[in-house]
């Protein structure tokens, strides 16, 4: 493919062994629909191969190539070159994170908040039936109960919008935005029964959702239209109405119990056989 014009890249660079910072060029020739991963992947491969980035599915479902280019949080993968409109990309790592090398954040105090607010369904009502390893049916759920929480569902735990929070860089036991959001989507799950009091977590004097100053900057950040600030808001909604007792009792998932291992009725439709070329 002919090139249409050379990008300078300017990526900071970050040395672990004498903890130290520098800014290095790059000029990359670009051709249409490139991306910036793919241009790191020109600077590592033909110009430095001693650049180090995260990277995996490149088509933006993995969240490993977030980073900060032109002081815009992107996902490398699927941010073309040429609409960023510049011939000169500033490429640095997320901000908030202790950074291993380069544009390599360390996302492990993420991924811990993450897991401090039991991001899975919690069940109590009956824990024979909800049993991972032998499941003996599925919870039937609304597409309206599904509304309530599906577009907090599209979290990939890139990392970008605590990047961008404000009060994370001030207050390092914040749990954030990406941990709240996925505390909310959790709550407000029909099928979940620890609703916000298993989850206390959330609202700490110190660490927790009222911390959050509605900046808004993480939403900005969101490659994937989480839209997190919106669900802090209505995280601190719902423990308002539960601390006063304003939350009406939930109605209990129901149960639809099957047998998984019955063979599939005679009138369904059989799969397409499968062809080996």
């Not at 300078?8 to 670009?30: A, C, G, H, I, M």
């Not at 590592?44 to 191969?49: A, Y």
Request: hydrophobic share 35%; aromatic share 8%; proline share 8%.
């Amino acid at each position: 493919m002919e090139k249409v014009k050379d990008v300078v890249f300017r990526v900071l660079r970050y040395n672990p062994q004498d903890d130290s910072t520098r800014w290095d060029e790059y000029k990359v020739p670009v051709v249409k629909g490139m991306t910036v991963l793919e241009g790191l992947f020109y600077i590592k491969e033909n110009l430095d191969s001693t650049l180090t980035f995260r990277a995996s599915c490149r088509m933006g479902v993995c969240g490993s190539c977030a980073m900060v280019v032109n002081g815009k949080h992107v996902l490398a993968c699927q941010t073309q070159i040429l609409k960023l409109h510049s011939d000169t990309l500033n490429v640095e790592p997320l901000n908030n994170y202790a950074i291993v090398k380069d544009l390599v954040p360390d996302l492990m105090p993420m991924l811990s908040k993450h897991r401090s607010v039991k991001p899975y369904i919690i069940r109590y009502s009956d824990p024979e039936e909800f049993n991972a390893e032998e499941p003996t049916g599925e919870y039937l759920q609304t597409p309206k109960e599904l509304e309530e929480f599906l577009q907090f569902t599209y979290c990939i735990k890139c990392g970008a919008c605590v990047s961008a929070c404000p009060v994370v860089s001030g207050n390092e036991d914040f749990l954030g935005p990406q941990a709240l959001t996925q505390a909310y989507r959790y709550a407000m799950d029909s099928r979940d029964e620890g609703y916000i009091v298993d989850r206390d977590v959330v609202s700490d004097i110190v660490s927790g959702v009222f911390r959050c100053h509605f900046v808004g900057a993480c939403s900005d950040a969101c490659p994937k239209g989480v839209d997190p600030g919106m669900a802090l808001q209505l995280l601190k909604k719902e423990i308002f109405l539960n601390t006063f007792g304003l939350k009406g009792e939930r109605p209990k998932a129901g149960f639809h119990r099957v047998d998984l291992n019955a063979p599939p009725p005679p009138d369904a439709p059989k799969p397409p056989p499968r062809t080996v070329n």
